[in-house]
């Protein structure tokens, strides 16, 4: 079982572009949540999600920012026109049970760091 | 919010001694949670206690939950070197089961 799988680990964009970051759950597990994190700060959520269903999107932005989880495939989060203020650490958790009720809490991938440029 | 308030923000200690990390949260929950973090890697759950729990062991890990006061303390005995990381309570939010976590609390163990 290799875990939670997010991909790039490091991306550049120049502002303007888009960033498109990739995160494929453990094996078993439906439930995705992706959380940003600024250097020296706490993990802030931003959406949760469950295959083909946003649950609980209230820590996205407005605008520019997406997210999905098809039936087939990794979730993705998307990020449109790029702005330096989202350099950061993007984190991807999935878990088997909602994070409320669950028994082992998530499992966390690696990150994917943004910069951009 | 019913974010998770860690302290203190920072705790420098000498190897073999214990460490002890603070959390309170402002709502009720389902469980409370504790998760590790090495230097730009991803979290690491150690530690789950329900709401009825007040107190749970795993290894060197021990962690208290204390309903009445909205606080969960996490002490690590024994400390080690290799226990350097930041550390972070996470609570239940709302009604769809994501966990919101607090700033953390870095800890270094020096040799």
């Known amino acids: 079982n290799a875990g939670v799988m997010q991909n790039p680990r490091h991306l550049v964009r120049r502002r303007g572009q888009e960033a498109r970051l990739r995160c494929s759950p453990m094996k078993g597990h439906s439930h995705v949540y992706w959380y940003r994190q600024l250097p020296e700060e706490g993990l802030k959520f931003m959406v949760y999600?469950?295959?083909?269903?946003?649950?609980?999107e209230s820590g996205m932005p407005k605008e520019r920012f997406s997210a999905e989880f098809p039936k087939e495939g990794p979730s993705i989060l998307r990020i449109q026109q790029v702005v330096r203020g989202d350099s950061a650490a993007y984190f991807c958790a999935s878990s088997r049970e909602p994070g409320l009720y669950s028994n082992y809490g998530y499992t966390f991938g690696s990150g994917t760091r943004l910069t951009v440029v | 919010s019913q974010q998770g308030e860690e302290d203190p923000q920072a705790l420098s200690i000498q190897e073999g001694e214990n460490a002890t990390m603070n959390c309170s949260y402002k709502?009720?929950?389902?469980?409370l949670q504790w998760y590790r973090q090495n230097s730009g890697r991803g979290l690491v759950h150690l530690i789950l206690?329900?709401?009825?729990?007040r107190e749970k062991h795993s290894g060197r890990l021990r962690v208290t939950l204390d309903t009445s006061k909205k606080s969960s303390s996490l002490l690590i005995t024994a400390s080690r070197a290799a226990d350097t990381a930041s550390y972070f309570c996470a609570v239940g939010s709302g009604n769809t089961g994501k966990l919101i976590f607090g700033q953390g609390t870095t800890l270094q163990v020096k040799p």
């Open positions: 999600l469950q295959k083909e269903n946003i649950i609980d």
């Open positions: 206690i329900r709401s009825n729990e």
């Open positions: 709502t009720s929950i389902n469980n």
